[in-house]
């Protein structure tokens, strides 16, 4: 008899002292990395204490779950309790460790019945006992699921994004005392299966109604033009031109000729809008409209400060980016878009860590001929003559060599602007079925449903442009003519495959090399 007493003894005290496991996720940059969260319950003076590299954000997690127990009813062990965030040299800096450490606890003082097997645990606690939504879920659950991990317990209030993420299970929770039932099965746990409900989130709602239309921009018929072609393609446009004739409001028009975002295209852009928006658990279903004050930081533009966050580049990523008056903007903040523009990514390097954001969006960037404005039309230009050399210098060759068109937007008559009849005959809704159609050829043409015109490299210009002699010859003396550059020639050819495609033609005609040529920036090229 008391040998066998002696081994009860014994297992009831390893039951209390082996280390728990539960699964959490913890964000490194852009990606994340699934922690083991261990707990062991020893002897001593009663303690929470949490080791692992963990921040003074997850080292207080300890307070808010006392109280969070004491508000749920549960018990909280009167034991030295030692949490362990493995691996212990990756650091922790997110509250959503917060409801995974409460259940390592619940289960190492034998409290919870299971957790389900290849399971991690997402959430931050309030002192009440809820469950409060945290930033950036989608990459907790995208890495995760790199790592094996089907099933997600999840705060209540991060579903609709976590509804992006396809194959996986997800258990809301609203409260630890929800968690704790679902755990020990007293209530049968509300289990949403995401294959089964992808399809339903590819519909987008329609543009906000107080968002500029094409028929609202009197005349510039050459601008809209433009901003029909990059639509189309994808291309980078610069607006040129004497204030208050419409540049910014031809970009404004832009976001709502593209064609909806599908699924995929909300996951990424709603991951990011949550890594960096104090509103992290919104979900994004319109195409991103940025358009940054030219006062703005470098790296509220690039990206990074203390805690790596993506930028206005990648908040615009599958959007539109504006940059209203360009030369106004920083010369270091100019020059900075030139990795994103050429590779549709930003790469963030510091001391601690380096993180990768995507930043595919079309840019938008709008200029004055000068200070004043005035310069070149029929008003006096007020500006000496070395204050507009230094003005256009902002803008460097390597950069007007990444922007595939330009347009200079002309005055027009005031009399003109209270016509109820478009100029042109063009609307938002006829233009954008025009751009639907070209992107649908280009989707047939690369077999992908995101790569544009505007993205081929060197070889598949080459395989994809199918110019006419005529036309390779006309490409060929305008390149010599205006010394283009060979990243300028090939973007010409991309301008053109994409007016091609407009007119439903297989094959580069003069005429599109013509059209292509004549959004060539003419106008900087003698800074």
Known sequence: MGCFLLIRLYNRAYKYMRAQHIRGVVETGQNGLVVDIECQLTKGLPNILIVGYANKAVDEAKERIRNAFASSNLTLPVKRITINLAPADIPKESTGFDVAIAAAVLQASGQLLHVPKNCAIIGELGLEGGVRPVRGIIGKLLAGKHYGIDTFIIPQGNLEQAKLVPNIQIIPVASLTELYSYLNEQKKPPIIDTARIVNSLDATPDADNNQPLLEDVIGQELGKRAIEISAAGGHNVLLGGPPGTGKSMLAQVLPGLLPPMSREEMLQVTHLHSLASNDFNQLITCRPFRSPHHSASNVAIVGGGNSVRPGELSLSHRGVL?????????????????????????????????????????????????????????????????????YRRKLSGPILDRIDLYVNVHEIDNRRLLSDTPSSGQTTKTVRVKVAQARDRQAQRFNSATKLNADMNNREVKSHAKLEPQAKDMLDTAAEKFGLSPRAYMRSVKVARTIADLDNSDLITVKHIAEALQYRPHQYDEQ
Do not use: M, S, W
């Open 322 to 390: 504006l940059f209203d008056e360009l030369p106004e903007f920083a010369r270091v903040t100019i020059e900075a878009l030139r990795q994103p523009l050429e590779d549709r990514k930003v790469t963030i390097a510091r001391a601690k860590e380096t993180a990768e954001y995507p930043a595919h969006f079309i840019f938008v960037a709008t200029a004055n001929p000068c200070p004043c404005g005035n310069y070149g039309t029929t008003k006096p230009c007020r500006c000496l003559p070395h204050q507009v050399i230094q």
